[in-house]
């Protein structure tokens, strides 16, 4: 009897609802969602330490005992994501109200915001694959909803690209659940990961996991999967895309953590090695080369998420406890820190009325917060210390070098040195250099003030994830242990079930 | 010690924190508040040089990350005293010199933040024992000397200077990490000292070449070594007090401090010494010769520091106790003189307004102390006896000559390479002090040459003051400072004597012939400069490098993503498809699908019913495909969806049968009206090529994902828990209808989130379509006109049908709990009938049927639903726990009550209010607003 586990989906489900009655009553909307929202922050704090203390959190829907009824499962991995995704909601709302236009809050932003809450902590949570596929529907409807909202024709356009080419995924995702449950008769992801240990399927279950590569590899914008990404990013609302790019692809990368370490590792040197560590290698390089090609201050950044995606997955097909601890930092870091430099980019976007990074230079000279708060941001994504992104990208080094990839660890350092190159580049074009373009908010407006406060927020979080990396290390230490140890979440999941079916 | 350490090491982050704060206020002030604090630091240190001196050191240690070996633990020894010394009070000079150098109205706050973070930072590198938070402030200086560089971002110089050098120190920068973790792999430390203690062991482990070069590329990319120089002249864009500072006296020695400090792990092999003697000697005559054609002050002295640098560097490849010795003491005899020529350069550019060397001549008279300085400072880096770069240089040039693994041809060279850089450093150690100052007064410089204020001048003179000092009395620093930082690099005492003459010996000839003969090629500068800049003027050197190598990045880049960013959807499904085809194929067949045994799959089973079924639906399928007009379009996908319905009826999937039919039937309605808004299809040319591609992805998906179900058929190795469901529905769930029951209560988690799904498509319609359309100023009449069906014999069917179907839906709804039926379907049928009614009278009469607007049925479905759910929790059940009972009530009999009925009617009234919504905003007849100007995605749209 474990509700917590499931209240970060009901929050924003009842929140949404509600919402849903007068999308005209917008400081009832505003408010009634970050109130929402701060709650939720509350309740994820609160299953993070129940989990810390008290080990994996199983939960059953409807009081339907595994593996027939629905389960959630909070541990320290899907706990420590929800409680992350839910500061950059709040960043992100903050940012929203003083950032969007009014004509768009009233299209049902904040309630399909909520919507998207649900999506995103319900495929954290849930510990059912055909579950997954559902709050995975919520997430890319709501999704459609608010990367739309505005409805120019470049916006509609991109959706339009990014909405069909999910519903492909979407599609394969159904065939390779009919794979899973055909095999194995249970789509519980406990009861697979014990049905799993005590049967061979002779790289049948390798196949099957690569169905699923491809249908979170999608959501992840693992590249040659990512050419949905990088265009709608440009043409949404950019309070709504910092929340995009920070978070939901993301959730495509956690879906491949938690598959590929509890159900897809009966041939690890074949998917993880042959096939996911290439991918991964791809994913940073194509990434950065993009980074690199463009001179727009979103395109940018959009196609550094795609790079770091790359490293993420680089840490999983590693497989080792220090890896996957890396990894998660890495997830958790580029949530907080990719969602503020698009904030950044917004901010920019409400100062010079464009995002072209030529158009905007001198930004430093008129806005020398945004400039300081921007490079603090650009700093911690390229992984200087000691802020947030060193200690992922040291940690993840110091795993591959210690599992002898060489070549991997060379290339991400490489890469690294691009990621530098193109931060430096928006820094250098829009920050540095004589004062070109409009102005159309002076610093001392109260508009550009609240504008930086989330920001100023996320860059604050960044920097003490650094200076308290040792928390943040001890937590995700314990965290990829938790998941390495499929033993220990299947006797959690399914107590009494699982133990004899030897492992 | 514990606090004192670390805090000048944090101070200057704390006090940059405060300018941020306070900068503004104070203006050029702002240097005055701060001069204090690198002045309490260096007598702080001073008066630790005793105890120093007599073997003490001082270690203090904070753990920070020790999970990964992060620790900031300090450590001072003779030699960090000697940088730290440096970074103090150069730091005081330097801070006090730009009060007065920089313009009254320059963002002083900026510049002192910068500067104070260097200085933490600095003294952060030169005092860290753990590596890993060496590193960290060795990134720092990076950042701070990047952001010095560019303090003058207006200028596109400055931009690239600081571009460059940030790119080339981080580079090596990360080469130094990935040096340091592989140290920290084989040594098992991160600490200096214990790594000291381990060298054999490091020195044996097959990491031992990767783990020095790595950390040589770190050390010479700080350091501008040959072929990393290129940084350091684009550097010079700095404002000149920072030059002094970062770029001559301290940042660039740091790799310097890094050599030396590592060559107590990694020093005394072949490879060590080769590698930083050679590049060492290299660079010492490369910087010496590209010097002497510079024709700015500040190019000048930069190249001269980079060689400079080299023959420090190549002391600490040498890694004897003289060379050391020497190398210990030129560094800080290095640090006075360029320091003191920087400032003076400074002054002369501040003064005259230019730093051209053929605009500037015979400044003597006008700028005397500027000269006196100059000359001495330019002298004594000349190695002229009586000065203290005379001394070092005596002793580099002795050292040069004893290399540690005995003489061949290399170690030969390396004494040559010296005195050929030292005859060109001679060359342009004349320029400084004797061209600039002699000859006819200079009436070419923006503004007329007059001497520097106090302000100016007393750092410099300070500076100069020590140079002479030192030269003359070179013993004053020979235990305190010098011993005790050769002792600490050798890990034990080492007596070291600082002598101004030690003889005639080879070291004073080869010395004595350097200064000759740069005294002759000065004298005739004219014709071998012209000849030297012929030389140099090849297309080929690294700058060329640089910039190719950063166009190819860009132009490169921008090729490759435009090529595969094509913004066609096409392209963009091929790709991805094609890929999921290839790498499912590729799994497949490992896994075996050739030695399939296909028999195990009984398709013989398969009856003729069911083989017609299946060719209707593939006509279908291909009908969408080829169909040239969107009706066809529809009515093939429908045909495709309706089969699929038939196959349910043959299979008995009753409730499924009924769901796919009615669902088929009312999607129909939504697509045909946004039909009425799209264009006309265009009609696409044949193009063989493409299509062929088309065919042969979709051909070879369709062969994979066939073989992936046949496979998932014939692989089943677990009975499916499926079993349960049906054994459980009437007992725990209360009903007999085994579908209805999972859905609304087994797994009712599911169906609520796609009521939610639901909601969010009709609001995302709702949404869409509202923020597209053009005010509310079209006739009424024309409302339908897309959608007008037989305008006579409809109505009078519809008012009949739709009373028929709400009765029936009624019914459906009830019956779902033990028969096929349930609130889904009782919705979507309830939602057709409003339709109907729509098709048949007018819009609004239809809508005004459900007096409620969509968003609300949509929200108070959901509403229903959690609530149910919470219903539980206060009952102290899981979220969603259903319950159910029986009553008896007159009339009736026998009648359930289950809290699965109420989530049912949610799901009912999300449905309704979706498709309403979804038929009331597409259906109002009023068109949609098009961008004007924008053909060219429409275009794209239909290639799509």
């Given at each position: 009897m474990n509700n917590l586990v499931v209240a970060p989906i009901v929050i924003p489900l009842i929140t949404g609802a509600v919402l849903i009655f007068s999308p005209r009553r917008l400081s009832f909307q505003r408010w009634v969602s970050v109130a929402s929202c701060l709650i939720g922050l509350v309740v994820n704090i609160a299953l993070m330490h129940r989990v810390w203390n008290q080990g994996i959190q199983p939960f059953y829907a409807g009081n339907l005992p595994a593996p027939f009824g629905i389960t959630f499962v909070a541990d320290l991995m899907s706990a420590a994501f929800v409680t992350v995704t839910s500061v950059t909601a709040l960043a992100v709302l903050f940012f929203s109200i003083y950032s969007l236009d009014e004509q768009v809050e009233q299209s049902y932003y904040y309630a399909a915001f909520q919507f998207l809450l649900v999506g995103v902590n319900g495929s954290f949570l849930t510990g059912d694959i055909f579950n997954l596929f559902v709050f995975f529907e919520v997430m890319l409807l709501a999704s459609y909803l608010l990367i739309s909202l505005g409805g120019r024709r470049l916006q509609m356009q991109e959706t339009l690209k990014y909405a069909l080419i999910n519903n492909v995924a979407s599609s394969f995702f159904l065939l390779a659940v009919a794979g899973l449950y055909r095999t194995y008769g249970t789509l519980?992801?406990?009861?697979?990961?014990?049905?799993?240990?005590?049967?061979?399927?002779?790289?049948?279950?390798?196949?099957?996991?690569?169905?699923?590569?491809?249908?979170?590899?999608?959501?992840?914008?693992?590249?040659?999967?990512?050419?949905?990404?990088?265009?709608?990013?440009?043409?949404?609302?950019?309070?709504?895309?910092?929340?995009?790019?920070?978070?939901?692809?993301?959730?495509?990368?956690?879906?491949?953590?938690?598959?590929?370490?509890?159900?897809?590792?009966?041939?690890?040197?074949?998917?993880?090695?042959?096939?996911?560590?290439?991918?991964?290698?791809?994913?940073?390089?194509?990434?950065?080369?993009g980074a690199i090609a463009q001179t727009d201050f979103k395109k940018v950044l959009a196609f550094h998420i795609v790079s770091q995606i790359g490293y993420m997955l680089m840490g999983i097909a590693f497989l080792t406890p220090l890896a996957l601890a890396g990894t998660i930092i890495f997830v958790?870091?580029?949530?907080?820190?990719?969602?503020?430099?698009?904030?950044?980019?917004?901010?920019?976007?409400?100062?010079?009325?464009?995002?072209?990074?030529?158009?905007?230079?001198?930004?430093?000279?008129?806005?020398?917060?945004?400039?300081?708060?921007?490079?603090?941001?650009?700093?911690?994504?390229?992984?200087?210390?000691?802020?947030?992104?060193?200690?992922?990208?040291?940690?993840?080094?110091?795993?591959?070098?210690?599992?002898?990839?060489?070549?991997?660890?060379?290339?991400?350092?490489?890469?690294?040195?691009?990621?530098?190159?193109?931060?430096?580049?928006?820094?250098?074009?829009?920050?540095?250099?004589?004062?070109?373009?409009?102005?159309?908010?002076?610093?001392?407006?109260?508009?550009?003030?609240?504008?930086?406060?989330?920001?100023?927020?996320?860059?604050?979080?960044a920097v003490a994830m650094g200076l308290g990396a040792e928390h943040v290390l001890t937590y995700a230490q314990a965290a990829a242990e938790q998941i390495l140890d499929r033993r220990a979440y299947v006797a959690a999941v399914l107590p009494g079930i699982g133990l004899d079916l030897g492992f | 010690m514990f606090l004192n350490l670390h805090l000048v090491v944090l101070f200057p982050f704390l006090l940059a924190v405060l300018t941020l704060v306070f900068g503004r206020r104070l203006g050029r002030h702002l240097g005055w508040a701060l001069v204090p604090f690198p002045l309490a630091c260096a007598l702080y240190l001073l008066s630790l040089v005793p105890r120093v001196a007599s073997g003490e050191s001082f270690s203090a240690t904070w753990n920070w990350v020790p999970s990964l070996g992060l620790s900031f633990s300090l450590h001072l020894d003779g030699f960090s005293l000697l940088f730290a010394l440096l970074i103090s009070g150069i730091g005081a000079l330097v801070t006090l010199f730009s009060i007065h150098y920089l313009d009254p109205d320059e963002d002083f706050g900026r510049f002192y933040l910068y500067i104070l973070l260097f200085m933490g930072a600095m003294f952060g590198v030169v005092l860290s024992d753990n590596l890993l938070a060496l590193y960290m402030f060795w990134e720092i200086t990076s950042i701070s000397s990047f952001l010095l560089i560019g303090f003058w971002h207006e200028e596109a110089d400055s931009r690239a200077g600081a571009l460059k050098s940030m790119l080339v120190t981080m580079a090596g920068g990360l080469s130094l990490l990935a040096g340091i973790v592989l140290m920290g792999i084989a040594g098992g430390s991160f600490s200096i000292r214990e790594l000291a203690d381990k060298g054999a062991l490091v020195q044996g482990h097959p990491y031992y070449t990767a783990i020095v070069v790595l950390v040589l590329l770190g050390a010479f990319t700080k350091s501008a070594q040959a072929p990393f120089h290129l940084w350091l002249p684009g550097a010079m864009a700095a404002p000149t007090p920072v030059s002094a500072y970062l770029h001559s006296a301290t940042m660039v020695k740091a790799g310097i401090f890094l050599t030396a400090k590592m060559a107590m792990i990694l020093g005394g092999t072949g490879l060590w010494f080769g590698l930083v003697a050679g590049v060492g000697m290299v660079t010492m005559l490369l910087g010496s010769y590209l010097a002497v054609q510079q024709r700015d002050l500040k190019g000048l002295l930069a190249f001269s520091t980079v060689s400079q640098l080299g023959f420090m560097m190549a002391m600490f490849g040498y890694g004897t106790p003289e060379a050391q010795s020497a190398g210990v003491f030129h560094l800080l005899n290095h640090a006075l003189f360029k320091g003191s020529l920087f400032l003076l350069v400074g002054i002369?550019?501040?003064?005259?307004?230019?730093?051209?060397?053929?605009?500037?001549?015979?400044?003597?008279?006008?700028?005397?102390?500027?000269?006196?300085?100059?000359?001495?400072?330019?002298?004594?880096?000349?190695?002229?006896?009586?000065?203290?770069?005379?001394?070092?240089?005596?002793?580099i040039l002795a050292a040069l000559l004893e290399p540690p693994f005995g003489h061949n041809l290399f170690t030969v060279a390396l004494p040559l390479l010296g005195v050929a850089g030292s005859v060109f450093t001679t060359f342009y150690s004349l320029i400084l002090a004797h061209r600039l100052f002699f000859g006819p007064v200079t009436e070419t410089t923006p503004e007329k040459p007059r001497e520097g204020s106090w302000g100016l001048l007393f750092s410099p003179a300070l500076l100069t003051l020590l140079v002479v000092v030192l030269g003359i009395a070179p013993g004053l620093v020979e235990h305190g400072i010098v011993g005790s930082a050769v002792s600490a690099l050798r890990g034990e005492p080492v007596a070291v004597h600082l002598a101004l003459w030690h003889g005639f010996n080879l070291p004073l000839l080869m010395s004595l012939s350097a200064i000759l003969l740069g005294l002759i090629l000065y004298l005739w500068q004219e014709p071998v400069l012209a000849g030297l800049r012929r030389v140099s003027s090849v297309r080929w050197n690294v700058n060329a490098l640089y910039d190719g190598l950063l166009q190819f990045l860009e132009v490169g880049s921008d090729r490759v993503t435009r090529r595969m960013m094509t913004g066609y959807l096409r392209d963009y499904l091929v790709l991805i498809l094609g890929f999921t085809a290839l790498i499912t194929g590729y799994a497949l067949a490992r896994s075996g699908i050739f030695g399939f045994d296909w028999r195990r799959l009984a398709l013989t089973e398969i009856s003729w019913t069911e083989f017609a079924v299946i060719v209707a639906m593939v006509v279908g399928a291909i009908t969408a495909v080829v169909a040239r007009q969107r009706i066809a379009v529809a009515l093939g996908v429908a045909t495709s969806g309706f089969m699929v319905a038939v196959l349910w009826v043959l299979w008995h999937a009753p409730d499924l049968a009924l769901t796919q039919t009615i669902v088929e039937t009312v999607s129909v309605v939504p697509l045909f009206l946004v039909f009425a808004y799209l264009p006309r299809l265009r009609q696409q040319p044949?193009?063989?090529?493409?299509?062929?591609?088309?065919?042969?992805?979709?051909?070879?998906?369709?062969?994979?994902?066939?073989?992936?179900?046949?496979?998932?058929?014939g692989h089943q190795l677990f009975p499916s828990i499926g079993q349960f469901f049906v054994d459980n529905s009437l007992p725990l769930g209360g009903g007999r209808n085994v579908v209805n029951v999972i859905l609304v209560d087994f797994r009712a988690l599911d169906t609520?989130?796609?009521?939610?799904?639901?909601?969010?498509?009709?609001?995302?319609?709702?949404?869409?379509?509202?923020?597209?359309?053009?005010?509310?100023?079209?006739?009424?009449?024309?409302?339908?006109?897309?959608?007008?069906?037989?305008?006579?014999?409809?109505?009078?069917?519809?008012?009949?049908?739709?009373?028929?179907?709400?009765?029936?839906?009624?019914?459906?709804?009830?019956?779902?709990?033990?028969?096929?039926?349930?609130?889904?379907?009782?919705?979507?049928?309830?939602?057709?009938?409003?339709?109907?009614?729509?098709?048949?009278?007018?819009?609004?009469?239809?809508?005004?049927?459900?007096?409620?607007?969509?968003?609300?049925?949509?929200?108070?479905?959901?509403?229903?639903?959690?609530?149910?759910?919470?219903?539980?929790?206060?009952?102290?059940?899981?979220?969603?726990?259903?319950?159910?009972?029986?009553?008896?009530?007159?009339?009736?009999?026998?009648?359930?009550?289950?809290?699965?009925?109420?989530?049912?009617?949610?799901?009912?009234?999300?449905?309704i209010g979706s498709i309403k919504g979804i038929v009331m905003e597409l259906s109002d007849g009023r068109p949609i607003a098009h961008e004007t100007g924008a053909s060219h995605g429409r275009e794209e749209s239909g290639r799509s």
């Open positions: 519980n992801m406990a009861d697979l990961a014990q049905r799993i240990s005590a049967s061979d399927s002779n790289g049948w279950l390798s196949a099957i996991g690569i169905v699923f590569l491809v249908v979170f590899g999608v959501k992840a914008a693992m590249v040659p999967l990512h050419f949905w990404l990088p265009q709608p990013y440009f043409a949404g609302p950019t309070a709504i895309v910092a929340f995009f790019g920070g978070i939901l692809t993301k959730v495509g990368v956690y879906t491949i953590l938690r598959t590929f370490t509890l159900i897809f590792v009966e041939e690890t040197a074949w998917t993880h090695g042959r096939v996911l560590l290439p991918l991964a290698l791809l994913t940073m390089v194509v990434g950065i080369i958790a870091h580029q949530m907080i820190v990719k969602s503020g430099l698009f904030l950044c980019a917004g901010a920019a976007e409400r100062i010079s009325g464009t995002t072209d990074l030529k158009e905007m230079s001198g930004l430093m000279t008129t806005h020398g917060g945004l400039a300081a708060l921007f490079f603090l941001a650009a700093l911690a994504l390229v992984g200087v210390p000691p802020l947030s992104g060193f200690f992922g990208k040291l940690t993840l080094i110091r795993a591959g070098l210690e599992a002898q990839r060489f070549f991997s660890v060379a290339l991400a350092i490489t890469v690294g040195l691009g990621t530098l190159f193109s931060m430096i580049k928006i820094f250098r074009l829009s920050f540095w250099g004589e004062v070109r373009g409009e102005r159309r908010l002076s610093r001392e407006s109260v508009e550009y003030k609240r504008m930086m406060l989330p920001v100023g927020a996320l860059v604050v979080l | 002369i550019d501040h003064q005259t307004g230019t730093r051209e060397i053929d605009k500037l001549s015979g400044l003597r008279r006008a700028m005397p102390f500027t000269f006196a300085m100059m000359a001495l400072s330019a002298l004594s880096m000349a190695g002229v006896p009586l000065l203290n770069g005379f001394v070092s240089k005596e002793m044949f193009r063989p090529k493409v299509e062929g591609i088309n065919v042969f992805v979709s051909v070879l998906l369709g062969a994979v994902v066939t073989g992936f179900l046949l496979l998932s058929y609520m989130g796609e009521i939610t799904v639901l909601t969010l498509v009709g609001l995302a319609v709702a949404a869409l379509v509202r923020s597209r359309r053009e005010p509310a100023d079209i006739d009424e009449k024309k409302e339908m006109s897309g959608v007008m069906i037989n305008p006579l014999i409809l109505p009078a069917f519809s008012r009949l049908l739709f009373y028929l179907i709400l009765i029936y839906t009624i019914y459906i709804f009830f019956r779902g709990h033990h028969n096929p039926g349930g609130g889904f379907i009782a919705g979507v049928m309830a939602a057709s009938a409003l339709i109907i009614w729509a098709l048949a009278y007018e819009r609004p009469a239809a809508m005004a049927l459900v007096p409620v607007e969509p968003r609300r049925l949509m929200g108070s479905g959901l509403l229903l639903v959690a609530s149910l759910g919470l219903g539980a929790v206060l009952f102290g059940y899981p979220f969603l726990t259903q319950g159910f009972t029986e009553i008896e009530l007159p009339w009736f009999g026998r009648v359930e009550l289950a809290t699965a009925l109420l989530f049912d009617l949610g799901v009912w009234l999300v449905v």
